[in-house]
């Protein structure tokens, strides 16, 4: 019942997609309305991932995790989005909602640092919401501190609030 972490592949995308969504209700759903979590589709999230690797696949890394050769987790990490050149982006931990507490969060975390660091940068940055606090003290657990940068995006028609976290490597 080990965790394994292997680079994503194209035929991981679907399945990466519908996870994506599992984990985003399971995460979100105590401070966002149903109707905001219902779209887009796990079939749609997926899409979402193939068009967004196609665009990004030189700069971005996506990771994925087994537990018995079946996909509990990603992470997907690429340059800063505020420029820095010395950072690098953590742009999604997703996991299986029954993965939560079993070390898979913190495994994925521990390679994208890895990787980060490996390609020269000497910080690292995430934005997360601010109303996952789950997320927030698993980060904050891993060394990440709080910037003060704060931005708003849409999740379906809500509009939530996120904040900056970053650390060096």
Do not use: C, K
């Not at 035929?11 to 209700?25: E, F, I, K, N, Y």
């Not at 030189?58 to 995790?65: E, N, P, S």
């Not at 340059?79 to 993965?99: F, Q, V």
């Not at 690292?124 to 698993?138: I, Q």
Request: net charge negative; proline share 5%; no cysteine.
């Amino acid at each position: 019942m080990t965790i394994s972490i292997r680079s994503a592949t194209e035929a991981d995308l679907m399945a990466v997609g519908a996870l994506h969504q599992r984990s985003r209700v399971a995460a979100y759903s105590s401070f966002l309305p149903p109707e905001a979590l219902a779209d887009p589709t796990p079939e749609a999230m997926g899409r979402y991932w193939v068009e967004r690797l196609t665009w990004e696949g030189a700069d971005h890394r996506m990771t994925v995790a087994e537990r018995d050769g079946r996909l509990v987790g990603f992470s997907y990490l690429g340059p800063d989005d505020e420029g820095d050149p010395a950072t690098g982006l953590l742009n999604a931990i997703h996991l299986e909602p029954s993965e939560r507490g079993r070390g898979t969060g913190r495994a994925l975390m521990v390679d994208a640092l890895d990787a980060m660091q490996a390609r020269g940068w000497t910080r690292a940055a995430l934005w997360v919401l601010r109303e996952n606090t789950h997320a927030r003290r698993f980060y904050e657990r891993g060394g990440w501190i709080l910037t003060g940068l704060q931005r708003d995006e849409h999740i379906g028609s809500a509009l939530v609030p996120q904040l900056r976290y970053a650390r060096e490597l």
